[in-house]
């Protein structure tokens, strides 16, 4: 089998990588000079040789010199971009602890830093999508046997057999229906000596007992194996391959949100909420005097929510409604033109401004500022036997905003469909959780998240 470059079990060497990084901060440096300086003389030689080192260390880090074959676009850039910054922020702390910050120029620096991040981005991008077209042309392909049957098995033919951007072709396809006519084809096929570089077992967990004579079978192959079980119609959460103790356990529904993920979860949102506190302090001290003049009653309305792992948290909300009580266990939804809500309640509801108290919840940890928005616990007593999945939208911290509100899914759940389609906006978030989302989804929100005529 061919080894070329471009060839079926070789990929974009490692040295050729590492060597572009560099050629890239050198190079980004010496223009920045340019920029600030009028010249290309050689000012800050050192700092040049550090960061192109740096770049090098996080992006070991961070994977980014990983197999991209069967990896997301999106993955491999937002790993490239969280590299470079390290590089960078390591960089500037590096001058801060050594007192050093005044030798250099800050306009240098900027520029140099403004110049290399998006070049290192675009330059990957467009080494991903010249891969993706030799791929397509049958270079760099890893070719495949198939084994397994179900709707999963189904779908990854259609799939693979349609676009090979990711860099796999099916050799050949075994359909399992019993352990002896499936055995019977593999023994044949591998009596044929056709070389293939992995095998792919796509059987379900009920036919399970298939495994170990299969994998028998190709004792004497080198080529990789991997197991893909239908989990399609499971609802699954963070699922990866986690090692604990000598055992391999494949995490079917997890939280994202452990270690390092947490940590950096609750510093944005300190960052994050406080700043936005401050800023809204002026709006929330109007809104609490329009609401005290409104009607009779407190200025906030406050009200147990499931949190994190299920647990009781007391919510913080502006009242939007007259004083009222209602039955035991009971919390009335409401509609178009209730007369419950006041005048300003009509106001701050469709405006959002009503939530505002939660950044208060946020700093004590109650809350976040992204994430599954917290529905009343009668609310919740009701729909997680009607809503596949429903409860595991509380393994993270519900948010003041989603996923699901800047898509527009908002305000009355007056039927199951839509409150299906908010918990599937929910899941979607948590099963790919990145602090680069939650910033989109701030922004969506600042945009597009406030006004909606669906929030009674």
Not at 176 to 202: G, I, K, V
């Amino acid at each position: 089998m061919p080894t070329s470059l471009l060839s079926g079990r070789s990929r974009l060497p490692l040295i050729v990588l590492v060597i572009i990084d560099v050629a890239i901060a050198l190079a980004c440096a010496k223009l920045s000079e340019w920029v600030r300086f009028g010249d290309l003389a050689t000012h800050y030689l050192n700092v040049m040789y550090m960061q192109a080192l740096l770049v090098v260390v996080f992006s070991f880090l961070c994977e980014v010199y990983a197999p991209w074959r069967g990896r997301r676009l999106s993955e491999r850039l937002a790993k490239v971009l969280i590299a470079w910054a390290l590089s960078f922020i390591a960089l500037i702390a590096f001058m801060v602890m050594t007192k050093t910050t005044e030798q250099y120029s800050r306009l240098w620096l900027g520029t140099w830093i403004v110049m290399a991040i998006p070049m290192a981005l675009g330059i990957r991008y467009g080494l991903y999508q010249s891969l993706k077209s030799f791929r397509r042309h049958g270079r760099n392909t890893r070719h495949v046997l198939v084994i397994g049957n179900g709707r999963n098995f189904e779908a990854m033919q259609a799939h693979f057999s349609t676009d090979n951007a990711y860099g796999y072709r099916l050799q050949h396809v075994i359909e399992y229906h019993n352990n002896e006519q499936a055995l019977a084809e593999l023994q044949e096929y591998l009596a044929s000596n056709q070389a293939f570089d992995e095998c792919w077992l796509s059987i379900p967990f009920t036919k399970n007992p298939v495994l170990q004579p299969v994998m028998f079978a190709l004792r004497h192959s080198t080529a990789n194996i991997r197991y893909i079980p239908e989990l399609q119609d499971l609802p699954l959460l963070n699922h990866t391959i986690t090692k604990i103790g000598d055992f391999l356990a494949l995490d079917i529904s997890c939280s994202p949100m452990d270690s390092i993920n947490a940590i950096i979860k609750r510093v944005s949102d300190i960052v994050i909420g406080s700043l936005i506190l401050l800023l809204i302090s002026p709006v929330m001290i109007g809104v609490a005097i329009a609401v005290k003049l409104s009607s009779p009653g407190p200025v906030f309305f406050k009200q147990y929510r499931h949190g994190a792992s299920g647990r009781q948290v007391k919510v913080y909300k502006f009242r939007s409604m007259k004083v009222h009580q209602e039955g035991e266990g009971k919390v009335t939804q409401a509609t178009n033109g209730d007369p419950r809500v006041t005048t300003v309640g009509v106001f701050i509801r469709r405006t959002s401004l009503d939530e505002l108290p939660q950044f208060i919840n946020v700093l004590q940890g109650r809350m976040s500022i992204v994430g599954p928005r917290p529905h009343a616990l009668a609310h919740n007593e009701y729909y997680k036997d009607l809503v596949e999945s429903y409860m595991k939208r509380h393994q993270v911290k519900p948010g003041i905003t989603g996923l699901a509100q800047v898509r527009g899914f908002r305000g009355e759940t007056d039927t199951l469909d839509k409150m299906q389609r908010r918990v599937e906006c929910d899941l979607e978030y948590i099963n790919n959780w990145s602090l680069w989302l939650d910033i989109r989804i701030i922004i969506g929100t600042a945009f597009k998240g406030f006004m909606n005529p669906n929030a009674y």
